[in-house]
C-alpha cells in the first residue's frame, strides 16, 4: 500500500472505530444505569461480574492467567465479597478482600507482586462501587455523577485530542494522548458538575471541586493502565468490547474515580452512607 493509500484508509479505519464506540456506548450507558438505579443486589451483581472480567484480564497482561490456582482463587474471593456486599456484610468483605490478596499472592509461583495487585486493583473497585450506591438516598447521585464524569472526561479528551492534537501528554506511557485531549476531558467533566449543581445536587464551588479532582484522577488511572499494558507489551486487555478494547481498557478511569469517591465519602459519611458523605459537599 502506497502513502497516499494509507491515508484514506486511516481514516476509513476510525471512522469504524468511533461507529463501534457510539455503538457500544449506546447499548452499555443505559444498561449500566438502569442496574445502578435498581441498586441492591443487581448492581451488586454487575459489579462482581465486571471486577472478576478485570481481575481475569489483569492476568492476561502480566502473563499469569494460565496460573490456574490463581485465577480461580481471585475468582472465588470476589465473589465471596459480591456475596457478602449483597448482604449488607461490609466488614466480612473487607476481611476477605485482605485473605484473597494474601492467598493470590501465596499461591502465585511468580510474578506475585503483580499477580496480587491485579486482585486487589479488581477487589478495591468491587467495594468501592456497592459502598458508594449503598446509600438509599443519596447513592445513586453520587454514582451517577462518578459515572457521567468519568464518561465525559474519556469522550471529552476523545474529541479533543482527535481534534486539536499537539503535544503528546506522555508518549512513553501512551503515545496517543495528548494535553488537549487532558484539558478537553478536564473542561468536559466540569460541565457535568455544573449540570448537578444546576439541578440543586449540590453546591456549585465543591462540586466543580469534586468534578475536578475526580476527572483528574480518572485520567491517571487511565495512564496507570496503559502504564502497565507497556511494561508487558500489550496493546489491548482485550477485545470483549467494540472499538474500546477490554474491560480494563474501558474501566481504568472509573476504578481509580470510583476508589477515590468511596474514600471521601467515608470519611465524610462512613461507611453506611457513603453516597450521602459524597453528595454533602
Known amino acids: 500500500m502506497t502513502e497516499g493509500e494509507a491515508a484514506p484508509a486511516a481514516v476509513a479505519e476510525q471512522g469504524r472505530n468511533l461507529l463501534m ?46 496460573q490456574i490456582r490463581v485465577v480461580a482463587s481471585g475468582v472465588i474471593a470476589l465473589a465471596i465479597i459480591g456475596f457478602l456486599l449483597a448482604f449488607g456484610r461490609i466488614d466480612a468483605a473487607f476481611l476477605v478482600l485482605a485473605v484473597g490478596f494474601a492467598g493470590v499472592a501465596l499461591l502465585s509461583p511468580e510474578r506475585r507482586a503483580w499477580t496480587a495487585a491485579g486482585f486487589f486493583y479488581a477487589a478495591s473497585a468491587e467495594l468501592a462501587s456497592v459502598l458508594v450506591r449503598l446509600d438509599r438516598v443519596e447513592g445513586f447521585t453520587a454514582l451517577i455523577l462518578v459515572l457521567l464524569v468519568v464518561w465525559a472526561t474519556d469522550t471529552g479528551g476523545y474529541f479533543a485530542g482527535r481534534g486539536i492534537g499537539g503535544p503528546k501528554l506522555w508518549v512513553r506511557v501512551s503515545p496517543k494522548k495528548t494535553w488537549a485531549g487532558a484539558v478537553g476531558g478536564f473542561v468536559a467533566s466540569l460541565v457535568v458538575a455544573a449540570g448537578f449543581a444546576a439541578f440543586g445536587l449540590g453546591k456549585t464551588g465543591p462540586l466543580l471541586l469534586l468534578g475536578a479532582v475526580l476527572s483528574i484522577v480518572s485520567q491517571l488511572g487511565d495512564l496507570f493502565e496503559s502504564a502497565v499494558k507497556r511494561r508487558f507489551g500489550v496493546k489491548d486487555s482485550s477485545h470483549i468490547i467494540p472499538g474500546h478494547g477490554g474491560l480494563l481498557d474501558r474501566l481504568d478511569g472509573f476504578v481509580a474515580a470510583i476508589v477515590l469517591a468511596a474514600i471521601f465519602g467515608i470519611l465524610r459519611g462512613g461507611v453506611d452512607g457513603v453516597g450521602r458523605g459524597l453528595m454533602v459537599w
Not at 42 to 51: D, E, I, Y
Open 21 to 66: 464506540r457510539i455503538v457500544a456506548a449506546a447499548v452499555l450507558a443505559p444498561a449500566a444505569i438502569a442496574i445502578a438505579y435498581a441498586g441492591g443486589w443487581l448492581w451488586t451483581a454487575l459489579v462482581t461480574l465486571a471486577v472478576t472480567g478485570l481481575y481475569v484480564e489483569w492476568l492476561m497482561i502480566v502473563g499469569a492467567v494460565r
